[in-house]
């Protein structure tokens, strides 16, 4: 998306970074001609995010997952490393 002179002033003004910015086009709600993240939202964001955090951490004890595919059927899935181990 375009970045206009306009928006660049006012979040120098107001504090607000680039990063800021991504995350409330990604997590936003639209309404109108806006993107809004506010208070509520961004809490329901931090839980999904703290729960994918969660699953990673079992897919890392794992030594990783693999799943096999074939065009739009999953075929298996089994542990990463389970294939290192002598």
């Known amino acids: 998306m375009t970045t206009t002179n306009h928006i660049l002033a006012r ?7 680039k990063k800021l910015v991504d995350l409330v086009y990604e997590y936003g709600k639209a309404k109108g001609d806006k993107l809004i993240l506010n208070k509520k939202n961004t809490q ?3 839980q999904e995010i703290d729960s994918m955090r969660k699953e990673l951490l079992k897919i890392m004890d794992k030594g990783g997952v693999t799943i096999v ?3 739009d059927a999953l075929i298996t899935a089994y542990n990463t490393n389970s294939y290192n181990r002598h």
């Open 11 to 17: 979040m120098s003004q107001r504090g607000i970074s």
């Open 44 to 46: 329901k964001v931090i």
């Open 69 to 71: 595919f074939d065009n």
